[in-house]
């Protein structure tokens, strides 16, 4: 059973700060990783993906990628009060014959504070 | 690009009645589509998986002659919820993918209210 642990939060931090998301997972096949991002009652939005080892810049969002750790983390500079909304890990692997599925973790919910 | 459409986005109806739902890429041919419930405050549940003229791979606990899926082109998947029950009001999203390490994109969701 493929497992994608986040912490639930909710995370608060500072406008301006740099807020840390930390997912873990237990597949060591997963290829794809993905950050999406949920504000309430809305549907998934994508913000960043990661193949690979080391880390990936977009602007304000780095996502970084351990493989051997089993880990991937996504990190947002100068937070805004916008970016208060629910984070999802995701990742993909080969799982069945319908073709690589995402599983997501819980979510980590962030608020950023004024 | 990729965005995916997702009609409609709310529905209110008896009980007892037939609820379809469309999904459609917009600007990529989508060889792999899925379906996910999510229930308030809940993470999301992938409900069905489908690739373009093959049927649906369904989760475990999840009724194959209740949520019937058609995936019928690259950019089309319908959902439809025969018999619809209050327990079956959730919000429904699809989310379509070009590519099998592709990111998935996702619609906007149809909340589904049964009375």
């Known amino acids: 059973q493929k497992e994608v642990e986040q912490n639930s939060g909710p995370l608060s931090v500072p406008e301006g700060a740099i807020a840390s998301l930390n997912c873990t997972y237990s597949?060591?096949?997963?290829?794809?990783f993905f950050w999406y991002r949920q504000y309430s009652g809305k549907s998934p939005e994508l913000i960043m993906f990661i193949y690979s080892n080391g880390d990936k810049e977009d602007g304000r969002f780095t996502a970084q990628l351990n493989k051997a750790s089993q880990y991937v983390s996504l990190l947002i500079r100068d937070s805004q009060p916008s970016d208060s909304a629910t984070y999802l890990c995701a990742v993909n692997g080969v799982e069945n014959n319908a073709g690589n599925m995402l599983t997501f973790g819980g979510g980590t919910r962030l608020m950023v504070k004024p | 690009g990729a965005v995916v459409s997702q009609h409609p986005s709310w529905v209110i109806c008896k009980s007892g009645t037939s609820v379809k739902i469309e999904c459609r890429s917009l600007?990529?041919?989508?060889?792999?589509m899925f379906w996910y419930r999510q229930f308030p405050k809940q993470s999301l549940m992938l409900m069905a998986t489908s690739n373009e003229g093959s049927k649906a791979t369904y989760e475990q606990g999840v009724e194959k002659d209740k949520f019937l899926i058609n995936h019928a082109s690259l950019t089309l998947s319908t959902l439809t919820v025969t018999s619809a029950h209050p327990e079956d009001s959730s919000f429904y999203i699809c989310?379509?993918?070009?590519?099998?390490?592709?990111?998935?994109?996702f619609g906007d969701g149809t909340r589904l209210s049964i009375l």
């Open positions: 989310s379509a993918r070009e590519g099998q390490t592709q990111p998935q994109h």
């Open positions: 600007d990529f041919q989508a060889t792999t």
């Open positions: 597949d060591r096949g997963s290829q794809s």
